[in-house]
């Protein structure tokens, strides 16, 4: 049988699909450079509010030393500043010290979910522990795997308390001489970076009204309590929906 002209020459096999496309080392790194300039970005737009809480915390009566070891220690800046907020006006420590205690509850919630998501155990998971912020948080949970989520979280968690305890203290040092934070657009560099991490999971509607929800409720409860329990009480309303979803039966699964 006569072979076909150009059909002689033996043909490359046909290479079966290896993957989603996109996907390889090249998109890893990608991703993960990414992850890590987000991480970067953060900490500086959450760690020069450092200045912030440097100025307020020797006004309200705590030394330089003083200030720096909360930030080090504590590291959570809602319960910092209800802390020496409650110092500046007179309080006792020990009322700042609830006070303090109170915001900070919202991190076991954080906790309870990234510990399954990280999967660090013993020396390790207590240190991570203690980079457990708002912004490490919601840089973790979206990852599609345990090596990005920890990522997220190491890269933002480290940039955040580098930078903030820096802030912290220069604005210590420079006590008074900074002024109002808020004439120089401090306090909104948080809000927006916050803003920034939350956007990318408004992705479907129910994720959008539980998050417009949320807001109602703690914009609703600003007068009527004190500072940081609004945002306790948005937190509980996007707990009692997960709780809620979670015991509603499946539509689409078995009919008994």
Do not use: K
Not at 134 to 139: H, L, Q, R, Y
């Amino acid at each position: 049988m006569t072979t076909p002209p150009g059909d002689g020459a033996q043909r490359p096999a046909a290479q079966e699909p290896t993957g989603e496309p996109g996907r390889g080392p090249g998109r890893e790194r990608a991703q993960r450079r990414a992850i890590v300039r987000d991480g970067l970005g953060i900490g500086l737009a959450t760690g020069a509010y450092g200045l912030s809480f440097g100025a307020v915390s020797v006004s309200s009566g705590l030394d330089v030393a003083q200030t720096c070891v909360l930030s080090l220690l504590m590291f959570t800046g809602a319960s910092q500043f209800a802390l020496v907020g409650v110092l500046a006006v007179g309080g006792s420590p020990v009322s700042g010290a609830v006070t303090a205690l109170l915001l900070g509850t919202r991190n076991t919630l954080y906790g309870l979910r990234l510990a399954p998501l990280l999967a660090w155990r013993g020396r390790r998971r207590a240190l991570a522990a203690h980079l457990l912020i708002d912004e490490s948080t919601a840089m973790a949970v979206a990852r599609p795997t345990t090596a990005l989520a920890r990522l997220g979280f190491l890269s933002t968690g480290l940039a955040v308390f580098a930078l903030w305890n820096l802030a912290t203290l220069l604005g210590a040092l420079a006590g008074g001489s900074l002024g109002d934070p808020r004439a120089l657009g401090l306090d909104a560099a948080v809000g927006a970076a916050f803003l920034a991490l939350l956007w990318p999971r408004l992705r479907d509607l129910p994720t959008r009204l539980v998050a417009l929800a949320a807001a109602g409720v703690a914009l609703g409860a600003v007068p009527l309590t004190a500072a940081g329990v609004p945002v306790l009480v948005a937190g509980g309303v996007a707990l009692l929906v997960g709780v809620l979803r979670r015991d509603r039966p499946d539509p689409g699964g078995p009919v008994a």
